[in-house]
């Protein structure tokens, strides 16, 4: 099963399916993605590096294996999940 997915420069991007395997996912410089899936499954590890990104799912905080949340100039990114502070 696919467990880590790296995605730089893909411009038309627009949507990703929902990643239940996934444990480490990079998204860098996709600028036509504007949301992630609400279902990460199993995410450990994310980064998002110059996404229009607007908002993080709900489901992100409630996480139990998420250690880890990068983010770099996502300046499309107004709002953060409240279950993040959980």
């Known amino acids: 099963a696919l467990t880590s997915l790296s995605i730089d420069c893909c ?22 993605l504007t949301s992630l899936p609400e279902s990460l499954g199993r995410l450990q590890w994310l980064r998002l590096c110059h ?13 139990q294996a998420l250690t880890s949340l990068q983010m770099d100039g996502c300046s499309s990114l107004t709002l953060l999940p409240e279950s993040l502070g959980h």
């Not at 991007?13 to 600028?31: K, N």
């Not at 996404?51 to 996480?63: A, D, M, Q, R, Y």
């Open 11 to 32: 411009d038309s991007l627009t949507s990703l399916p929902e990643l239940h395997t996934v444990a480490r996912l990079h998204i860098g410089g996709c600028r036509s």
């Open 51 to 63: 996404c229009n990104v607007t908002s993080l799912p709900e489901s992100l905080g409630h996480l």
